[in-house]
């Protein structure tokens, strides 16, 4: 039998939510905005990107042009890379098969950082062309069965195979217990995490993979068996996004197949929003990267798409990126090294893909373009392909130094690089800090329209929208005091102005209240079914996004603040009186950098607020942290830093 809710508690939840509706200042749906100001930004970025490449198609000479230019860029989105150390490979089992075997294969990438994966190598005599597979995110990974499967069709016809475990998946879970067992619910979930802490010392998660899968092509290359004039690199799912990464990056790559995953990359973001961490960069926008882009940098090698016309995956997507590859590869005399494979299916390298893609890579690197038909295909278990000792690389290496652990390691060696950035004179470290959070703080004409009042305990409040050009409009509540205003205090929340103003202390002898909203945060939170959960952030999508075009949240925030500041400085009731600030959760940040910027703030409290980004390197798992991220934050400051750089405020943090 259900279990009855009390008629008391009905109504006090009823009568809550009644309380916090009347605070709201908007009249229209607040929580698509944020997303909306972004894609609108982001699609003036791509605007500048599609002008560029209609130009490029004018000659071949402004098409080469192009492709040098996108490999630079390619090559500035991924310039924070380890330093290698010696591969120090062990070969821990061979498995015999019929007509190949498997070589067990663990290689150290960076200092202690440990990389397993699977060789297949025909049973046959002389040099052969090679291929690096790149998994998706199934947790099986070298040992998924379709990852097998292409394997050993490969290896039956002629390849050299080399299948590489991902961080985060099968024996290289990064986030684990001291008995191995993993923290997070998946791989999508531990690259979001780790990607979330790279990007604050100026890498990601495709940073780290694109260097680990770098490495082994350098053992790769190493073997006797291999023609390395001859190696490819096909991917599927978050393995084809390495795939498209890896054509831009390393030019030893002859031929390259990305499967079930090329897209348009504006048409997702505006859309079902950013994927896992692992298939994001911050500044792609900034610097006008498509998908395609990435590929191009490769042109006129020959490419293969492999694509599931009902695939999550946007098909339609694809084929705009596939589009522009055609112009590029025609531009260049060479349209028969394109081509898309459409299978009706869905996500990953089915069999008719797996035998599409042996083919295409026979045609380039044997002169032969005969039909591949996969036979049945025995496959072996998880265990049998394990290559550390106690399948899980953190137990097998006690040493061993997880992407966490780097990350830790780096925002130690970043300590001299901080220590020199607080020397610069106050006028150039506040120019640096505008460039890294993309801070517009010029002062621009407000539009202030008040839409109504709303009673708190005695005060009366205004319901006001601040507007300034371009920018998402301020929902704010502001209530005078009865006499002369001798001191203005702002409150800001991560949860947002109506789930907060009952909870504080209000007078009216002499203060002046706001309570706002800024952007991402009340009424412009952004819709909870578009932020997936197991990203840990519920502003997942929109912090992605935003730095996806370079203009991280927290930078946003900020200035939403200056704009309270504006506000106040031309309000005649309140312009010189002592203002206060005090915030409840992470929006403090954004009222600390503003502190910084803007002197007239006297006091500033932050409750609940990160007090180091090192908290984010030690404690990965906590959650909605993602607003908070600036790209390479750390190599120049800290949050103690920039306290102690504000000298006109007092500063207090709260638990």
């Not at 049973?123 to 097998?148: I, N």
């Not at 035998?355 to 039909?371: G, I, S």
Request: aromatic share 10%.
């Amino acid at each position: 039998m259900a279990k009855r809710i009390p008629i008391f508690l009905l109504i006090l939840s009823s009568l809550s939510i009644f309380a916090q509706k009347q605070y709201n200042v908007l009249d229209w749906k607040g929580d698509v905005s944020l997303n909306t100001y972004l894609v609108q930004h982001m699609r003036k970025q791509y605007e500048q990107r599609y002008t560029a490449f209609s130009e490029a198609l004018k000659t071949k000479n402004q098409t080469l042009a192009y492709i040098e230019t996108v490999k630079q860029k390619a090559k500035m989105l991924f310039n924070k890379m380890p330093q290698k150390a010696p591969l120090n490979v062990q070969i821990t089992g061979i498995v015999e098969q019929h007509d190949y075997k498997i070589e067990k294969i663990i290689y150290q990438s960076f200092q202690n950082h440990h990389v397993t994966a699977n060789l297949y190598l025909p049973k046959t005599t002389g040099k052969l062309p090679a291929v690096l597979l790149f998994c998706g995110h199934e947790d099986l990974s070298k040992a998924t069965e379709s990852y097998q499967k292409t394997a050993i069709l490969l290896a039956k016809n002629g390849f050299v195979v080399f299948v590489i475990d991902p961080i985060s998946q099968s024996e290289r879970v990064q986030l684990t217990q001291t008995n191995g067992k993993a923290l997070t619910r998946g791989a999508t979930t531990e690259h979001t995490l780790l990607n979330l802490s790279s990007n604050l010392l100026g890498t990601s998660v495709a940073a780290y993979e694109l260097f680990d899968n770098q490495c082994g092509l350098d053992y790769l290359s190493t073997r006797k068996e291999v023609d390395t004039s001859k190696i490819a690199c096909v991917g599927n799912s978050g393995g084809g996004m390495q795939t498209i990464y890896f054509a831009a990056i390393d030019n030893r790559v002859k031929a390259v197949v990305p499967c079930s995953y090329l897209a348009n990359r504006e048409n997702t973001l505006a859309t079902t929003g950013a994927a896992d961490g692992c298939a994001q960069i911050p500044n792609e926008g900034t610097f006008h990267m498509e998908m395609s882009d990435y590929l191009i940098a490769a042109a006129p090698k020959p490419t293969l798409i492999l694509a599931g016309r009902y695939d999550f995956i946007d098909y339609n997507g694809t084929l705009q990126s596939f589009n522009d590859l055609r112009k590029v590869y025609t531009n260049l005399g060479h349209p028969e090294k394109l081509s898309l494979f459409t299978f009706d299916d869905g996500h990953g390298i089915s069999k008719p893909k797996r035998e599409k893609a042996v083919q295409w890579l026979r045609k380039w690197f044997y002169h032969d373009d005969r039909l591949i038909v996969e036979p049945d295909l025995a496959t072996l278990t998880d265990s049998e392909l394990f290559a550390s000792l106690k399948q899980r690389i953190n137990l097998s290496f006690p040493e061993e130094i997880t992407v966490q652990k780097k990350n830790e390691l780096l925002f130690e060696q970043y300590a001299e690089s901080r220590k020199a950035f607080a020397k610069l004179d106050i006028a150039q470290r506040k120019k640096e800090i505008q460039s890294l959070l993309n801070l517009n703080l010029k002062p621009q004409k407000l539009n202030v329209e008040k839409v109504g009042e709303a009673q708190v305990k005695a005060l009366f409040f205004e319901k006001l929208i601040i507007r300034k050009n371009d920018e998402i409009p301020l929902p704010t509540l502001l209530a005078y005091p009865k006499n002369k205003v001798k001191k203005v205090v702002i409150w800001l929340s991560d949860e947002g102005k109506n789930k907060l103003i009952d909870s504080v202390k209000l007078s009216d002898e002499n203060t002046a209240f706001i309570f706002a909203d800024l952007r991402g945060t009340g009424e412009t939170t952004d819709k909870a079914e578009m932020n997936d959960p197991k990203y840990f952030s519920k502003d997942y999508r929109n912090a992605m996004l935003a730095l996806h075009v370079g203009r991280p949240l927290i930078g946003q925030r900020v200035e939403d603040v200056a704009t309270l500041l504006d506000f106040i400085s031309n309000n005649e009731k309140l312009s010189g009186a002592e203002i206060e600030i005090n915030t409840k959760g992470n929006v403090g940040l954004a009222a600390l950098h503003a502190s910084f910027f803007r002197p007239e703030i006297s006091q500033l409290h932050l409750y609940q607020c990160l007090e180091s980004y090192q908290q984010v390197l030690k404690q990965p798992l906590i959650k909605d942290r993602y607003g908070l991220v600036v790209n390479n934050i750390l190599e120049y400051y800290d949050i103690p830093d920039m306290a102690s750089w504000i000298k006109s405020a007092e500063i207090s943090f709260h638990k």
